[in-house]
């Protein structure tokens, strides 16, 4: 209701009651799902999620597209030879998700979507 986020306390006690463990041995990232499927019954949940435009060198196109392949909703090669994608992540996730891109393509322009 208040659109708050969880303290951790409350999604680590929602997790437990709900029996579920992390398996050390998958990647988190893998889990996740699994994790908010089991806990969504005991405490509300909801995601916002953020579109986000990306523009890169053409140079980068390979490092950068074997990070991003899973999520690119749309994508074109621009005639000066960059490369735009679009993505949607969650809104939480959007600060690390374009570090992450920005490591691999240090020229890149990013614009968040309405």
Same mark, same amino acid.
């Given at each position: 209701k208040t659109k708050l986020p969880h303290p951790p306390q !409350?999604?680590?006690? @929602?997790?437990?009651? @709900? !029996? $579920?463990s992390v398996d050390? $041995?998958? +990647? #988190? &990232?893998?889990?996740?799902?699994? @994790?908010v499927d089991e806990i969504r019954p005991l405490i509300p949940l909801s995601f916002t999620t953020v579109k986000l435009a990306f523009k890169i060198a053409g140079a980068n196109y390979g490092s950068v597209l074997s990070l991003v392949r899973e999520d690119v909703l749309r994508e074109e090669w621009l005639p000066d030879g960059d490369w735009a994608f679009t993505v949607e992540v969650p809104a939480g996730m959007k600060i690390d998700y374009i570090a992450k891109v920005g490591k691999r393509a +240090? &020229? %890149? #322009? %990013?614009k968040e979507l309405d």
């Open positions: !409350r999604i680590e006690n @929602a997790l437990e009651e @709900a !029996r $579920f050390p $041995f998958i +990647p #988190v &990232d893998k889990q996740v799902k699994s @994790a +240090p &020229d %890149v #322009v %990013v």
